[in-house]
């Protein structure tokens, strides 16, 4: 059975600092994997996705990178602004199926 | 309208009402999806309906019942829930057939109905 572990749960960091975050899975027969954005009380916004046969995709300021074999991936913020702040998600799609597993987020806090 | 819209927004019922959540969307995907998200839970999948034909069915209780009348609208029908089915309640689409050129597989997620059981 599948499980998405995020670490840190909470992460607090003054404007300006690169950070990264962590997703792990526990299942490599992934799909792909993507990972969301999620503000207070609203829906989630897809952020970036991987494929199962891709190491990393990058939009702006933030790259994710996907290691099957270690069953990791990251997403790394560089130079946080305040409108960064949100819950960051990662989703992983199982192969040949419609599902996709959550973690329970990292809720990031960007300081002025 | 643009993407995907989700009514009501908030709604309170009592856990002997009947009530209906409505999802479009207007991204012309041939999926849909509910999922439930309680504080400190993960998102849990609940439905997924792929050409209006329902393919995952995640153990839900029979007091949800969702309904796909056609590619654009998805609806969770509710009635006698509990307390703990408190919670926000997230549409979703995405495009799963087709080419590698034009399967996306990202999915696009409605705003959410924050549902509140008495």
């Known amino acids: 059975k599948q499980e998405v572990t995020q670490i840190p749960a909470a992460l607090s960091v003054p404007e300006g600092e690169n950070l990264v975050l962590n997703c792990s899975f526990t299942?490599?027969?992934?799909?792909?994997l993507q990972w969301f954005r999620q503000d207070p009380g609203k829906g989630l916004t897809s952020l970036l996705l991987i494929q199962s046969s891709q190491r990393e995709q990058t939009s702006g300021r933030l790259n994710a990178s996907l290691d099957k074999s270690s069953g990791r991936s990251t997403l790394y913020i560089a130079a946080s602004q305040p409108g960064d702040s949100a819950t960051y998600l990662c989703?992983?799609?199982?192969?040949?199926?419609?599902?996709?597993?959550f973690g329970t987020g990292t809720r990031l806090k960007v300081l002025a | 309208e643009t993407g995907v819209t989700q009514t009501p927004r908030h709604l309170v019922m009592g856990m002997t009402n009947k009530k209906s959540l409505k999802c479009e969307q207007h991204?012309?995907?041939?999926?849909m999806y509910w999922y439930k998200q309680s504080a400190k839970k993960p998102l849990e999948l609940m439905f997924v309906y792929s050409l209006e034909e329902r393919v995952e069915n995640n153990s839900v209780p029979s007091r949800f019942s969702p309904e796909c009348p056609n590619s654009s609208h998805l609806f969770l029908h509710l009635h006698t829930l509990q307390p703990e089915d408190s919670a926000l309640y997230l549409c979703?689409?995405?495009?799963?057939?087709?080419?590698?050129?034009?399967?996306?597989?990202?999915?696009?997620f409605g705003p959410g109905t924050r549902l509140t059981v008495l």
């Open positions: 989703a992983v799609k199982t192969s040949g199926t419609y599902k996709y597993i």
């Open positions: 299942d490599s027969a992934i799909y792909n």
């Open positions: 979703a689409s995405s495009q799963e057939t087709g080419t590698l050129a034009t399967r996306t597989d990202t999915q696009y």
């Open positions: 991204l012309g995907h041939n999926a």
